[in-house]
T-cell receptor, first 111, second 111 residues
Framework: TQLLKQSPQFLSIQEGENLTVYCNSS?????LQWYRQEPGEGPVLLVTVVTGGEVKKLKRLTFQFGDARKDSSLHITAAQTGDTGLYLC???????????FGSGTRLLVRP | DADVTQTPRNRITKTGKRIMLECSQT?????MYWYRQDPGLGLRLIYYSFDVKDINKGEISDGYSVSRQAQAKFSLSLESAIPNQTALYFC??????????FGPGTRLTVL
């Protein structure tokens, strides 16, 4: 069974601080996605990374896919209260059409 | 209008009752999925369908059944609900191998 472990589970920071969320697995994924979910809504895709070592930037968010395609990180610079939410990583195995989701990181950005 | 809709949004029922959750999409996607979300466990796949005649079990299909009535409709049934099926249920669709679009979710409580 492929598992994706996210850390930390919970993070509470002050507005303006930087943070990094990690997504780790012992399995190789052909691509990895990051979703953000707000209360009462479904997850919304932020980014997909497909190449080992790939780095993608989305405004203040930087996503990195590990060289071995087993792990990923999400770095937020100068967090804002609007960044509050549940961040989920999800991996697609080479031979599968199913996404495997991590357990999520719940982020609270305090004003 | 939302691309993926779910009904009902909230449901409280009693142990032993039959429940149906419905999902409709206007994205024209062939692939549809049902997930459940529990605190600390992320999203777990219940069933998925790649076209109208294709139904596949996910990692936690016991106690659930599905019906793909049309390309745009995919319903999830709990034949005899039990309390540990209390959870958030999400429907998702995809047109490609990885990117999935989620509905707003159904909060189900089984008493």
């Amino acid at each position: 069974t492929q598992l994706l472990k996210q850390s930390p589970q919970f993070l509470s920071i002050q507005e303006g601080e930087n943070l990094t969320v990690y997504c780790n697995s012992s399995s190789v994924f052909s691509s990895l996605q990051w979703y953000r979910q707000e209360p009462g809504e479904g997850p919304v895709l932020l980014v997909t990374v497909v190449t080992g070592g790939e780095v993608k930037k989305l405004k203040r968010l930087t996503f990195q896919f590990g060289d071995a395609r087993k792990d990923s990180s999400l770095h937020i610079t100068a967090a804002q209260t609007g960044d509050t939410g549940l961040y989920l990583c999800a991996g697609l195995a080479d031979s599968s059409y199913k996404l495997i989701f991590g357990s999520g990181t719940r982020l609270l950005v305090r004003p | 209008d939302a691309d993926v809709t779910q009904t009902p949004r909230n449901r409280i029922t009693k142990t032993g009752k039959r429940i149906m959750l419905e999902c409709s999409q206007t994205k024209g996607h062939d692939r549809m999925y049902w997930y459940r979300q529990d605190p600390g466990l992320g999203l777990r796949l219940i069933y998925y369908s790649f076209d109208v005649k294709d139904i596949n079990k996910g990692e936690i299909s016991d106690g659930y059944s599905v019906s793909r009535q049309a390309q745009a409709k995919f319903s999830l049934s709990l034949e005899s609900a039990i309390p540990n099926q209390t959870a958030l249920y999400f429907c998702a669709t995809s047109g490609t191998r990885d990117t999935q679009y989620f509905g707003p979710g159904t909060r189900l409580t089984v008493l």
